[in-house]
C-alpha cells in the first residue's frame, strides 16, 4: 500500500514541477527528491531502515527486507540475482552517516526532514495519512472474475516431505530429495503440487522422485498464470496426472 502510494505521490509531484516555470519554487525539490531516491529501499521502497549490504555485489537493502533471502539454501541478490553468501552480509555503516547527514522534503507536508528519521516523521505526519486515504484502490490491470487475492501462500519456498527440511526452494527440493531420500519408499504429498490453486494437500505420491523430475521442471510461479479459470488448471492437473499413471 505505502509503495503504490508512493509511486501515485511521486508522479503528482512530477506533473507539478511540468507545469511550473524554470527557475519557480518547485525547481528545487527535484534534488532533494532525487537523494531520497537513492537512498531507498529496492524492495520496499522506502528510505533504508538499518541498511545491510551484499559483500558480493555491493547492493544495499533494509536489514528485514532481506531477511527472507537469507533463509534460503542458496539465496540469490533480489536486485541482480547474483549468488551471494548469506555470512557476507554487514550492515552498512557507511550508508548509516550518509542517512544521518542528508535531508529530503516530506512528501506531505513538504517539511525538510534527516532521511534517517523520515520514516517516522511520514508514520506520524497528518498530511500523509490524509493523502493515503486519498489514494486509489487496488483494481485488477484486465478485467477478472476472480477475487483480489488476499492469502496467498507461499509459492517461493518448501518443506520436505520426507525429512521436514524447511526453506528449499524447487531446484534445491528436487536435489535435496535426490541426494538424501533416493531410496526412501514412503509415498508422500508433493509440497509443490499442494501449494498450486488446483493442488490436492492430501494426494501422495506413489513415486515422489519421478514425480519432482517429471513434473517440477521448470517453476509455476514463472511460467503459470494464476488468474486462469480454475476448471481449466485443474482439467489440466489432471490430464498431467493420468500421464504420469
Same mark, same amino acid.
Given at each position: ?19 511550473? #516555470? ?14 531520497? @531516491?537513492? /537512498?531507498? &529501499? $529496492?524492495? *520496499? ?94 483494481? #485488477? ?14 509459492? @517461493?519456498? /518448501?518443506? &520436505? $516431505?520426507? *525429512? ?82
Amino acid at each position: 500500500m505505502m509503495a503504490m502510494f508512493r509511486s501515485f505521490v511521486s508522479a503528482s509531484s512530477q506533473l507539478r514541477q511540468q507545469q511550473q #516555470p524554470n527557475g519557480g519554487p518547485g525547481s528545487l525539490a527535484a534534488p532533494a527528491e532525487s537523494i531520497e @531516491s537513492q /537512498f531507498s &529501499c $529496492p524492495i *520496499c521502497l522506502e528510505v533504508y531502515h538499518k541498511p545491510v549490504s551484499i559483500a558480493s555485489c555491493a547492493h544495499t537493502f533494509c536489514g528485514e527486507c532481506l531477511q527472507p533471502c537469507l533463509q534460503v539454501t542458496s539465496p540469490l541478490c533480489p536486485l541482480c540475482r547474483v549468488p551471494f553468501d548469506p555470512k557476507k552480509v554487514e550492515r552498512s555503516s557507511s550508508v548509516e552517516k550518509q542517512l544521518a547527514s542528508y535531508k529530503a522534503p516530506c512528501r506531505g507536508c513538504n517539511k525538510k526532514v534527516a532521511l534517517v528519521k523520515m520514516r517516522s516523521h511520514i508514520a506520524s505526519c497528518s498530511k500523509v495519512q490524509e493523502q493515503m486515504a486519498n489514494c486509489p484502490k487496488f483494481v #485488477p490491470v484486465v478485467p477478472t472474475s476472480q477475487p483480489i487475492p488476499s492469502n496467498i501462500p507461499n509459492r @517461493s519456498t /518448501f518443506v &520436505c $516431505p520426507f *525429512c521436514g527440511a524447511r526453506n528449499l526452494d524447487q531446484q534445491e527440493l528436487v536435489k535435496h530429495c535426490m541426494e538424501n531420500h533416493r531410496n526412501d519408499p514412503n509415498k508422500v504429498v508433493c509440497p509443490v503440487c499442494s501449494a498450486m490453486p488446483w493442488g490436492d494437500p492430501s494426494y501422495k505420491s506413489s513415486n515422489f522422485l519421478q514425480h519432482l523430475l517429471h513434473r517440477h521442471k521448470f517453476s509455476y510461479d514463472t511460467f503459470v498464470d494464476y488468474s486462469i479459470d480454475e476448471e481449466a488448471a485443474l482439467q489440466a492437473a489432471l490430464a498431467l496426472s493420468l500421464t504420469e499413471n
